[in-house]
């Protein structure tokens, strides 16, 4: 508790002890500057000091535009990562850079799409002056979004609406004027933000929808496993040495992969472990929530591995602690099943658009053995091809 106390309040410390004065300094220094000098309205911030302190300022202000931009980098990378998680983006690739911080990630191609995004923006806007009203717009738009975001966040916590509403209202009143005073610099390059912020919704909004409709699919033409585990006999199938892992979306459906697999073999395992692999709205999930066991019948299994959106998959790791709950797993008699689907346009047409989009970024995703830290060699692959 004392630790986590110390790491709380320094930052509140830093924030009151010397950014809140030096921003206060500054802006107020602007501000007499101006009523002093009109003429200074050009560039109050470099005219605050005098010829000599041209340069040095120069220096310090592109120190603060590096330590900001990386800050934007690492939280477009952050946010990037909970939304593979939470089923929003296609499975990406992740590298740690750090073995102590789970937060410092690298996302390659969050970062080449943020460079092309900067390049785009620095040829078109070609100045500082011209690139503020999109920056108006950016930041107002953010603040009224958090504004919201709070109110849902304060209202699942406990606060009533009558306590909720008046508070969040006076905030949302002021987001609203700023951004309404902006949104007549729309034409002047405000639209900037507001087309990047509808390709990224319509990005994730295709995403989330695509999946939702392959479910619903799979739904449809998928066996109950209840009733697939009851139609089996001692006799047939046949029934190997050895441990299959099959990869599910739905605990309460047979897998395709393992009906390809009985397709193909004609044989299954003596233990067949159906798991479904699941993100809760939640950062972290601790080791003792972390797998679910249950015995169906007949040498099967199901098992629901729990993550959190900020917790790496990594199912290995999760296998370890099997033992835990009594339930022995030697990883050199285990095999693990995995669908691999290829998708096809339904029809042709405009209208089809987010379908082909959705196809395009399902066969950009990661692959799932990498994405869930499988040992490759102790992977088998099948599926087939599904309309859209």
């Known amino acids: 508790m004392p630790i986590w106390g110390i ?11 010397l950014v809140f004065p030096a921003l206060l300094l500054n802006y107020f220094g602007q501000g007499a500057l101006l009523l002093g000098d009109p003429a200074a309205l050009e560039n109050p911030f470099y005219r605050l000091v005098p010829n000599w302190g041209l340069y040095p300022l120069v220096a310090l202000s592109s120190i603060a535009t590096i330590i900001a931009s990386q800050a934007v980098i690492s939280g477009a990378f952050s946010l990037s990562r909970q939304a593979v998680q939470l089923g929003y983006l296609p499975r990406l690739e992740v590298r740690h850079t750090s073995a102590t911080e789970i937060g410092q990630v690298y996302v390659p191609p969050i970062n080449w799409g943020l460079l092309l995004a900067v390049i785009i923006l620095v040829l078109f806007f070609r100045s500082s002056d011209n690139l503020g009203a999109a920056y108006g717009i950016a930041v107002s738009g953010m603040m009224l979004i958090t504004t919201g975001l709070a109110f849902l966040y304060m209202r699942a916590h406990g606060w009533s609406l009558a306590v909720a509403v008046p508070v969040f209202a006076l905030f949302a009143l002021v987001d609203l004027t700023f951004l309404s ?32 409709i392959l479910a619903e699919q799979r739904a449809r033409d998928a066996m109950p496993l209840t009733q697939f585990v009851e139609m089996l006999n001692p006799e047939r199938p046949v ?21 390809h697999a009985l397709k193909h073999n004609k044989a299954l395992h ?23 066991i249950a015995e169906i019948g007949k040498g099967f299994y199901t098992m629901r591995v729990r993550y959190g959106f900020m917790d790496e998959p990594n199912i290995m790791r999760a296998l370890a602690l099997c033992r835990v709950q009594h339930f022995r797993i030697n990883l050199m008699d285990t095999s693990f099943y995995i669908g691999r689907e290829k998708l096809r346009p339904r029809g042709t047409g405009f209208l089809r658009w987010r379908d082909r989009l959705f196809m395009f970024m399902n066969s950009l995703a990661l692959d799932a053995t990498e994405f869930f830290r499988i040992p490759p060699n102790r992977v088998v692959e099948l599926g087939g091809q599904i309309e859209i």
């Not at 029934?239 to 009906?259: C, E, Y």
Request: a neutral charge; hydrophobic letters at 50%.
């Open 181 to 212: 005073a902006n949104m007549l610099k729309i034409i002047e390059g405000g639209w900037f933000p507001i087309v990047v912020a509808a390709l990224v919704f319509t990005i994730m909004g295709t995403w989330w929808r695509g999946r939702r």
């Open 239 to 259: 029934r190997v040495p050895g441990t299959a892992i099959f990869m599910a979306r739905d605990l309460n459906q047979v897998p395709s992969a393992l009906l």
């Open 7 to 17: 790491s709380a309040a320094a930052p509140c410390g830093a924030w009151l002890g």
């Open 270 to 292: 003596e233990r067949v472990v159906m798991m479904q692999v699941d993100t809760e709205d939640v950062p972290h999930v601790l080791d003792d929530r972390r797998l679910e």
